[in-house]
């Protein structure tokens, strides 16, 4: 059975109750105090104190201070009123008892009020930290939806861009064939004339020759004779084809059978050197090329043509995976073909890529 502590001194105002209790050499940690408005009780075993408050107190803002083998309370009361005694005398054991367990139901009801107010906190805090999260990532995809939209206006540009350039040269190359094909015709024209002239003058200095008698114009009747000149040949053009060769001396001078082995030779070697991308094995020097690719990718996609454009783009990746503009190209083809998963991965690739780039560029960023 516990020890009741009785050696306790108190003292107060008409606002508060100051009260201190000896530990009596009982370790700090050991100390379990309980509070509420009409009841309070402090047990550090094998001692107890135990008081029915005089009055209610705010036991919300009273405090307590334990230390120096010393517990030190200041209880501020609900009234501005002197009290007569620090604990209400001359109760019997059963008020006493239905005074601490209203305490302890008024201590848990507190405590279950202090749980739900916590865990109210909690879900706010969680709700609150889901929804910036969700900003984040609607501010993160209108941000790759807005790269998205500008690469497409600046590919369309390029590509409106190309064909205005297409047709102006195709414009001036007509331009400058008419000109070719007047300067022809102006050539021809003077040729005529000249031959015409030249005829002309023939046949004057004949008939000059026939005046001066008549065996000179037997003789000479026939050599100056007035010539028709025929009319000269249409322009046109013969094409021809020549066989392409790898070697420069010509077929009936060659060793098929030693070309063909040493030709071999070269594909095996080329073969083992692209052994990371067999894709290359046919490919033309133009067609390694990622910009050449990606300028192929592009006039595939302008033709809707998009699986073929995709496929110039995965190439063009498979030769070169640091180009941001790859995977925005490809993205919008997978975009068209309603593959939404690959056209976000394309694009997620693609900020990879130009944030890292902009951590290299500014390094402080």
Same mark, same amino acid.
């Given at each position: 059975? *516990? =020890? ?71 209880? $501020? ?154 009319? *000269? ?47 290359? $094995? ?17 006039? =595939? ?5 998009? =699986? ?10 498979? =030769? ?46």
């Amino acid at each position: 059975m *516990p =020890l009741q502590v009785s050696d306790y001194s108190w003292r107060q105002t008409k606002t508060a109750v100051f009260l201190s209790l000896p530990l009596k050499g009982v370790s700090v940690r050991d100390t379990d105090v309980f509070c509420t408005e009409n009841y309070l009780k402090v047990n550090f075993p094998p001692f107890l104190f135990e008081a029915f408050l005089y009055a209610p107190i705010d036991d919300e803002n009273s405090k307590v201070k334990i230390g120096n083998d010393t517990v030190v309370f200041t209880l $501020y009361k609900k009234e501005a009123v002197m009290w007569e005694s620090l604990s209400v005398t001359g109760i019997d054991k059963e008020v006493m008892q239905r005074i601490r367990e209203k305490s302890i139901l008024q201590a848990q009801e507190r405590a279950k009020e202090a749980t739900e107010a916590k865990a109210a906190a909690r879900r706010e805090d969680q709700k609150y930290a889901l929804n910036v999260m969700m900003k984040i990532e609607e501010d993160e995809r209108k941000k790759i939806e807005d790269m998205k939209e500008n690469e497409r206006i600046k590919a369309t540009k390029e590509l409106e861009t190309w064909k205005e350039y297409q047709r102006k040269a195709e414009e001036q190359k007509k331009i400058w064939r008419e000109d070719k094909l007047r300067q022809k015709e102006k050539q021809i024209e003077e040729e005529r004339k000249k031959l015409k002239h030249k005829s002309l003058t023939r046949s004057l200095t004949s008939r000059n020759l026939a005046t001066k008698g008549n065996n000179s114009e037997n003789i000479f009747s026939e050599k100056f004779k007035e010539v028709n000149i025929p009319a *000269p040949r249409s322009v046109g053009s013969i094409k021809i084809k020549f066989t392409p060769r790898v070697f420069p001396t010509a077929l009936r001078e060659s060793q098929v059978a030693e070309e063909e082995e040493w030709l071999h030779k070269q594909a095996e070697a080329q073969r083992a050197m692209n052994t990371d991308i067999p894709e290359l $094995y046919d490919l033309k020097e133009e067609e390694k090329n990622p910009e050449w690719l990606k300028d192929k990718g592009n006039k =595939l996609f302008a033709t809707e043509n998009y =699986l073929a454009a995709i496929n110039a783009f995965n190439l063009a990746i498979k =030769l070169n995976n640091k180009i941001p503009l790859l995977y925005l190209n490809r993205a919008a083809c997978h975009l068209k073909l309603k593959n939404l998963h690959k056209a976000i991965e394309d694009s997620s690739k693609a900020y990879r890529i130009m944030k890292l780039h902009l951590r290299l560029i500014h390094p402080t960023r």
